[in-house]
T-cell receptor, first 116, second 112 residues
Framework: GAGVSQSPSNKVTEKGKDVELRCDPI?????LYWYRQSLGQGLEFLIY????????KSGLPSDRFSAERTGGSVSTLTIQRTQQEDSAVYLC??????????????FGEGSRLTVL | QQQVKQSPQSLIVQKGGISIINCAYE??????FPWYQQFPGKGPALLIA?????SEKKEGRFTISFNKSAKQFSLHIMDSQPGDSATYFC???????????FGSGTRLQVQP
């Protein structure tokens, strides 16, 4: 596709359930990022994938959060045993390989997660 | 430290006025300072960016001013328009880490 695609756009779940959020980056982009945006807050870094390198997981808030990237393309963010404080918009972004562009991140429209 | 501090949290400007948003940082390893614009329901999009070897960059009505010694940078929107109403985020990236660190955002409202 032309841009970063995220699904679902909206997800309502009950506390304690697991959720999976999907990101399809721009074709050819080797870097993929997940950020979290809570209501009225800034963007909180979660995890970064670059090619086949080990991901930078330094932003994951707890071990309930995990992410994988298959085949260097699609990524899935999984939140286990969801809590109400996990409610937020989860944004995915991609960018060309380092040195191949300006460093611009291209964001999707996000997946809005509501935990009841 | 990775933190980037942004102010004000919200800003109301009359059409035709100048909007100014400020950011400050501590990490001297930051080497790239972009500003992103976000409309409701959309993801942020790059607006303008600067590297620390220049003190100012202008693109149309948007200007970044950068003060390396003070570790501060700001976004100026000249002749602000109602279509500029959005949330603006400053960000920074250090040489050893590819992910951007974002400020907390400024919600700009330009009144007609």
């Amino acid at each position: 596709g032309a841009g970063v695609s995220q699904s679902p756009s909206n997800k309502v779940t009950e506390k304690g359930k697991d959720v999976e959020l999907r990101c399809d980056p721009i074709s050819g982009h080797t870097a993929l990022y997940w950020y979290r945006q809570s209501l009225g807050q800034g963007l909180e870094f979660l995890i970064y994938f670059q090619g086949n390198s080990a991901p930078d997981k330094s932003g994951l808030p707890s071990d309930r959060f995990s992410a994988e990237r298959t085949g260097g393309s699609v990524s899935t963010l999984t939140i286990q045993r969801t809590q109400q404080e996990d409610s937020a918009v989860y944004l995915c972004a991609s960018s060309p390989s380092p040195g191949a562009g300006t460093g611009e991140l291209f964001f999707g429209e996000g997946s809005r997660l509501t935990v009841l | 430290q990775q933190q980037v501090k942004q102010s004000p949290q919200s800003l109301i400007v009359q059409k035709g006025g100048i909007s100014i948003i400020n950011c400050a940082y501590e990490n001297t390893a930051f080497d790239y300072f972009p500003w992103y614009q976000q409309f409701p329901g959309k993801g942020p999009a790059l607006l303008i960016a600067i590297r620390p070897d220049v003190s100012e960059k202008k693109e149309g009505r948007f200007t970044i001013s950068f003060n390396k010694s003070a570790k501060q940078f700001s976004l100026h929107i000249m002749d602000s328009q109602p279509g500029d109403s959005a949330t603006y985020f400053c960000a920074a990236r250090d040489t050893g880490r590819r992910a951007l660190t974002f400020g907390s955002g400024t919600r700009l409202q330009v009144q007609p």
